[in-house]
Nanobody, 123 residues
Framework: QVQLVETGGGLVQTGDSLRLSCTASGRAASMYAMGWFRQAPGKAREIVAAISRSGGNTNYVDSAKGRFFISKNNAKNTVYLQMYSLRPDATAVYYC????????????????WGRGTQVTVSS
C-alpha cells in the first residue's frame, strides 16, 4: 500500500505560479498511475491532471490545459503539478491520488489518496 503526502500549497496572487509536489512512500511510485484532483468550497472534487506510470502519458481537464503541467520523477517517488497564471477560480484543496495499474496509461479512478494541500489565489 502506498502513502501519499502533498506539499507546496499556499496563498498566492492572481497571475502567480505554484508547484505542488506529492511524494509516495511504502511502494514505488513507478507502480502507479497518478493524478491531481481539487475540491473548491461547496463544489465536488474534480480531476485536474493525470499521468501514467512512466510519466509518458498525461491528460488534463480543459480548464488546466496550457497552464497546468503534471510530471513524474519515479527516482524520487514524486509527482508534480506546476501551475502558471493562477486565477482565483483555482482556489481549492488539491489532492494527489494513485492507482496500481498494469499498463502505462492514465486513469480516472484511484485507490489511494493524500490528505491534500490548500491553494488560495487572491484577486
Amino acid at each position: 500500500q502506498v502513502q501519499l503526502v502533498e506539499t507546496g500549497g499556499g496563498l498566492v496572487q492572481t497571475g502567480d505560479s505554484l508547484r505542488l509536489s506529492c511524494t509516495a512512500s511504502g511502494r514505488a511510485a513507478s507502480m502507479y498511475a497518478m493524478g491531481w484532483f481539487r475540491q473548491a468550497p461547496g463544489k465536488a472534487r474534480e480531476i485536474v491532471a493525470a499521468i501514467s506510470r512512466s510519466g509518458g502519458n498525461t491528460n488534463y481537464v480543459d480548464s488546466a490545459k496550457g497552464r497546468f503541467f503534471i510530471s513524474k520523477n519515479n527516482a524520487k517517488n514524486t509527482v508534480y503539478l506546476q501551475m502558471y497564471s493562477l486565477r482565483p477560480d483555482a482556489t481549492a484543496v488539491y489532492y494527489c491520488a494513485a492507482k496500481d495499474t498494469s499498463g502505462d496509461r492514465t486513469v480516472l479512478e484511484y485507490d489511494y489518496w493524500g490528505r491534500g494541500t490548500q491553494v488560495t489565489v487572491s484577486s
